[in-house]
Each structure stands twice: as structure tokens, then as C-alpha cells.
């Protein structure tokens, strides 16, 4: 039996995942991440399962690899995979869902507090011998809108309070007793862009939250909101979100992810007030290592086991 990766942090910070593999006689091999489609298919021939961060897996890929039984998320999203035609072809596919939801949420927390205070302004300008006064936004008292109450979403919530934030959410599967736990009201998505002096995105991509926020959505919000999407890409509208920093719509948006990835040449870099990070938000040490050895687990139960993994992903 044999496992291959395409995330280039599987393993990155502990060997357990890879060790646990070999003690279940499976073997195991990485792959570039930017591999293209006709190099991934001819690498995986005879291959059991694919541990994948953001290559495509779609049906052709699928009706190439007649061996495949398991595909991996090495994350959350699984938008680059074909869940449909997998289930079709009896191939599982799985995600980590839990696994790096406390990074997340200090990193979008983090980012909320680096537009506030614009501290990568200061430090850049520091830097170049400058010595600076810039005032920034509060952030304590200040009121919060989370779009997508799930587990990321809750876990922001939690260090939000420890700012005494107002809190305000949008989920269309709320969650009633921990809005209760925590003193948060649900409200409807153009309500909240509205009142929200921060606003921050934790949903998954789908055709329903394509572009959720677009222009419509950005002439909504106050000009001193500060908008954070570490989710998925996709889910903002690049374009709109340009025209409302150029047009002094809101005062800054920071932003994790983006529609094509990488992002090395973008017109929002132009823009002061804007955050570029690439797509780094899981990413910890504990985080990492916790992903790889949920994905092995859930290999290790298809291909040994013969038991169904946690996190199975069905429509």
C-alpha cells in the first residue's frame, strides 16, 4: 500500500505521521505541491491514497486512478476536490475540521488588532528610521460581526469577549446555546455589515457564499470597518474590495486568502491599509502535526481497518 502528499507542510514539524504510516506497512512519498494535473496522475499510478492541500482532484483525475481509495484534505476546504465524482468512483474523502481551529482564530483575531493599530505601517516605517506617531482604532468595546458561526467562528467569539466586543453573527445553521453562553445575537448579514465595527468571514466556499461580500455588501458597512477573511478565498469579491479601500468605503481589510493562489502580483497590494498574508493561518506547529495525524488515522482505518474515518465528507 501507498501514500502520497502534496501538502508541503504534512509532516513538516514532526516525523509521527510519516513513522505511523510505516508501522502499518504503507509507504509513503511527497509530491511537489505545484504539480500539474497529467504529472499527478502519471505519479499516482498504483497509489491507495492522496494526502492534498490545494491541487485539483477532479474527475478526470479520479477515472485515472483506478487504485485511489482515500483522498485527505490536509485542512478544511475542500473545494479542489470533487466530492461528487469521488463518491461516485466509491473514492472517501475526508477533512481535518477541528484540528487547526485555535490557530485560525488567534490569527484572525491577530489580524483584526494589526489593522486597528496598523502595525505593519509602523514597523515598516520604524524600520526605515523613521520614528512615527500613528494612531490607530480601538478594538476594545468595539462591536464584532462573525460571518459563519462554526467552529472557527466560535472560537473567535471566545477571545472577543475577552475585549468585552459587542458580538453580532450571520450563520444559516445557528448554534442557539452558545449564542446564548456568550451573549451573541444572530442577525441577518446585511444587519450585521451594517452595525459591525470589525467583520470577520469563516465559511466555507460554495456557490452560495461566492462573492458573498461584493459591492452591494461593502456600501453597506460603516467607513471606519475593518474587514478579515481567513476562510476562503473567493468569498470577497477582489474587486469590489479594491474600489471600497480606493473609495475610502471602509478603513481596511486584511486578507489570507485569495481567488487565485499565489498571490504574488495583486492591485489591492497598492493600498496602505490592506494585510496580504499567504494563506498561513493554521499554520502552527501543534496545528500541522494534529492535521497529519488525523489524515494518516483516517487512512490507516480505509486501508487497513476497513472502517469508515472520521470526518467523511458526503452530499
Known amino acids: 500500500m501507498k501514500v502520497v502528499s502534496t501538502s508541503p ?32 496522475i502519471e505519479k499516482m499510478q498504483g497509489v491507495n491514497a492522496a494526502i492534498v492541500a490545494f491541487n485539483t482532484i477532479s474527475e478526470k483525475v479520479l477515472d485515472s486512478l483506478p487504485d485511489l481509495k482515500i483522498v485527505c484534505k490536509h485542512g478544511v476546504g475542500v473545494d479542489n476536490i470533487d466530492v461528487k465524482a469521488a463518491q461516485d468512483r466509491g473514492v472517501v474523502v475526508t477533512n481535518v475540521p477541528n484540528a487547526n481551529k485555535h490557530a485560525v482564530a488567534d490569527f484572525a483575531f491577530a489580524l483584526m488588532l494589526s489593522l486597528a493599530r496598523k502595525i505593519p505601517e509602523a514597523n515598516d516605517k520604524t524600520k526605515k528610521g523613521e520614528w512615527p506617531r500613528i494612531f490607530g482604532s480601538d478594538v476594545y468595546g468595539k462591536s464584532l460581526g462573525i460571518v459563519g458561526l462554526g467552529m472557527i467562528g466560535r ?18 445553521y445557528p448554534n442557539d ?4 453562553e456568550y451573549g451573541i445575537e444572530y442577525v441577518q448579514l446585511e444587519e450585521l ?23 452591494k455588501e461593502f456600501a453597506l458597512m460603516k467607513e471606519e470597518a475593518f474587514i478579515v477573511n481567513a476562510s476562503r478565498g473567493g468569498i470577497v469579491s477582489e474587486a469590489a474590495l479594491y474600489e471600497a479601500l480606493k473609495n475610502g468605503k471602509i478603513a481596511g481589510a486584511a486578507l489570507d486568502v485569495f481567488e487565485e493562489e499565489p498571490a504574488t502580483d495583486h492591485p489591492l497590494f497598492e493600498h496602505s491599509n490592506f494585510i496580504a498574508l499567504p494563506h498561513i493561518a493554521g499554520y502552527t506547529s501543534g496545528a500541522i502535526n494534529t492535521l497529519g495525524m488525523v ?18 465528507i458526503k452530499l
Not at 475585549?163 to 450571520?170: C, L, P, Q, R
Open 155 to 172: 472560537e473567535v467569539a471566545k477571545r472577543a469577549k475577552g475585549f468585552d466586543m459587542k458580538i453580532v453573527a450571520y450563520d444559516p
Open 295 to 312: 489524515c494518516v488515522q483516517n487512512i490507516v482505518d480505509v486501508l487497513v481497518n476497513n472502517k469508515e474515518p472520521n470526518h467523511v
Open 177 to 180: 446555546a452558545f449564542a446564548a
Open 9 to 40: 507542510s504534512f509532516a513538516k514539524y514532526s516525523n509521527e505521521p510519516i513513522e505511523f504510516l510505516r508501522n502499518h506497512q504503507i509507504e509513503f512519498e511527497y509530491l511537489p505541491a505545484d504539480i500539474t494535473e497529467a504529472e499527478f
Open 193 to 215: 455589515l451594517t452595525i459591525s465595527d470589525f467583520i470577520t468571514l469563516h465559511m466555507p466556499l460554495t456557490p452560495q457564499t461566492r462573492n458573498l461580500i461584493a459591492e
